[in-house]
């Protein structure tokens, strides 16, 4: 399997732009976590999904953050418009239906820079 | 609520010589605990996990974790590091409840670094 596959690796945009992050989970995996990191704050978990429904996007910091996952081999987390501190690593992960749905499985992230 | 409080934010060793890397752990529940590590520039990799089964757990590379529930603590050991060992581990709580997902609430991590 290849794992969980994170597109773009990076990405530089400039202040208001639009981002838009993707992931591509492990197959028959019924779970997907959108995750970042920052030296600030750690790793945090920003939504998560279930057979492709949200079902906690409390860790989502503002309306200006968005994700989808239109079917169970894909998912978008978008940013519109982008500011400076959205500028951190975001790893998408996902994992099986219970009991193993703690068991993680982690992308190798995103670095978003935004000037 | 749980949490995890990992005791150091580095951690230096010698090639060869023992790891030891300690997290302490607060939950409301039965936790699962686990240890991911992380290398530069990549994503977090599963070490270990405890889920109440055997307390001493075994991970891959040759580190192990041992559950102490009167200590509240899940400290991840290794008799002999490797260069390849460096790297930021992280101690990883949640909660087992019968119904419901609880989320995974990760340790602020620990650098290990390992010298020749």
């Known amino acids: 399997d290849a794992g969980v596959i994170q597109s773009p690796r990076h990405e530089v945009t400039e202040m208001g732009q639009e981002v838009t992050l993707r992931c591509k989970p492990i197959?028959?995996?019924?779970?997907l976590f959108w995750y970042r990191q920052t030296m600030m704050r750690g790793l945090e978990l920003l939504i998560y999904?279930?057979?492709?429904?949200?079902?906690?996007d409390s860790g989502m910091p503002e309306d200006r953050f968005s994700a989808k996952m239109p079917n169970a081999s894909f998912s978008t987390l978008k940013i519109q418009p982008s500011e400076p501190r959205d500028s951190a690593v975001y790893f998408c992960?996902?994992?099986?239906?219970?009991?193993?749905?703690?068991?993680?499985?982690f992308g190798p992230g995103t670095r978003l820079t935004v000037t | 609520a749980q949490s995890v409080t990992q005791l150091d934010s580095h951690v230096s060793v010698s090639e060869g010589t023992p790891v030891l890397l300690r997290c302490n752990y607060s939950s409301s529940y039965s936790p699962s605990l686990f240890w991911y590590v992380q290398h530069p520039n990549k994503g977090l990799q599963l070490l270990l996990k405890y889920t109440s089964a055997a307390t001493l757990v075994k991970g891959i590379n040759g580190f192990e974790a041992e559950f102490k529930k009167s200590e509240t603590s899940f400290h991840l050991t290794k008799p002999s590091a490797h260069m390849s060992d460096a790297a930021e581990y992280f101690c990883v709580v949640s909660d087992r409840k019968n119904t419901g997902f609880q989320k995974l609430v990760f340790g602020t991590g620990t650098r290990l670094l390992v010298s020749p």
């Open positions: 992960a996902s994992s099986l239906r219970p009991p193993r749905r703690y068991e993680q499985y």
């Open positions: 197959s028959g995996h019924d779970y």
């Open positions: 999904f279930n057979n492709n429904v949200p079902i906690d």
